[in-house]
């Protein structure tokens, strides 16, 4: 599993309520992920970072915020959650050992009602 | 914009057959592609990766396939086992960025 954990890995929330999402990595990999997973959507990246405080969009980043304090964590953060929302969260590091390979965390299913 | 399609869809096999896996990519200009394994509520497995100077890659009963030109990778799976029912995803780095994309995943099951 390369060291990554996701908290919480359950969450119902509300409409319009603030959400923040968990990742923590062990091994002070430099790039993180984080995608979301919807049938008939497939994997989607919301934001990826490459260094402390250093963050980039990705395909679907509308409604996500990111940051990334320390090297071992990154934090997804939904500041009003939608019904749209309402999916599987993945986070995901890249080891370039072996050429960049990526390894994902083990998901947050969130709900929002 | 790259575009990863993954065919079948679902596909069913008895066990012990050899069964081959499809991913097709829109734009050849990639850094690597690799395959995923995932199981129902379950997170991604990695499977292989292969660099896009690399033809294959072997890792036991899988081999993964790589023609850049073409576009395709196909993930071989010799002497199917029930244990190997899951959602293979793959999912190409293009050369201009970190993301990956995805292809939509084909769910196999192997029946006893």
Redesign the interface.
Known sequence: ?AGITQSPRHKVTETGTPVTLRCHQTENHR?M?WYRQDPGH????IH?S?GVKDTDK??VSDGYSVSRSKTEDFLLTLESATSSQTSVY?C?I?VRA??????????TRLLVL | KQEVTQIPAALSVPEGENLVLNCSFTDSAIYNLQWFRQDPGKGLTSLLLIQSSQREQTSGRLNASLDKSSGRSTLYIAASQPGDSATYLCAVRDNAGNMLTFGGGTRLMVKP
């Open positions: 599993d790039y992920y497939g994997l989607r990246l990826y490459y990705g395909e993945f995901a890249s072996g050429g960049e390979t990526q390894y994902f965390g083990p998901g």
